[in-house]
């Protein structure tokens, strides 16, 4: 099991930017596939992007992310970021980390909420126009 806590979410003004952390305990995180979805209100939990434990990384095949967010990870410090830039009020939702006991040799990057096992509690971004 997977312990999750994200971190840096807030208000930003339209066109601002935000950098979400997500540090993992509980398992080597050398060998866990962690992703970053996202929900508001009113509206299902969105994929965003995940990344494998080698840096393999995959985004949202929807547009409105793509060019503006990077995902990334220190294996170091057990933490995964999503740096996310021009940032626009339809951002704005519950932004949560999840994570996938996996291989540090597999490059398999998963979309679906339902393939990760554990999740964070979830940071609140919030972009004003």
């Known amino acids: 099991q997977v312990q999750l806590v994200e971190s840096g979410g807030g208000l930003v003004q339209a066109g601002g930017s935000l950098r979400l952390s997500c540090a993992a305990s509980?398992?080597?995180?050398?060998?866990?596939?962690v992703g970053w979805f996202r929900q508001a209100p009113g509206k299902e939990r969105e994929f965003v992007a995940a990344?494998?434990?080698?840096?393999?990384?995959?985004?949202s095949a929807d547009s409105a992310v793509k060019g503006r967010f990077t995902i990334s990870r220190d294996n170091a410090k057990n933490t995964v970021y999503l740096q996310m830039n021009s940032l626009k009020p339809e951002d704005t939702a519950v932004y949560y980390c999840?994570?996938?006991?996996?291989?540090?040799?597999?490059?398999?990057?998963?979309?679906?909420?339902?393939?990760?096992?554990?999740w964070g509690q979830g940071t609140q971004v919030t972009v004003s126009s």
């Open positions: 509980g398992r080597t995180f050398s060998s866990v596939v």
């Open positions: 990344i494998s434990a080698r840096g393999s990384s995959a985004y």
């Open positions: 999840a994570a996938k006991v996996s291989s540090y040799y597999s490059d398999y990057v998963p979309s679906r909420s339902r393939d990760f096992g554990s």
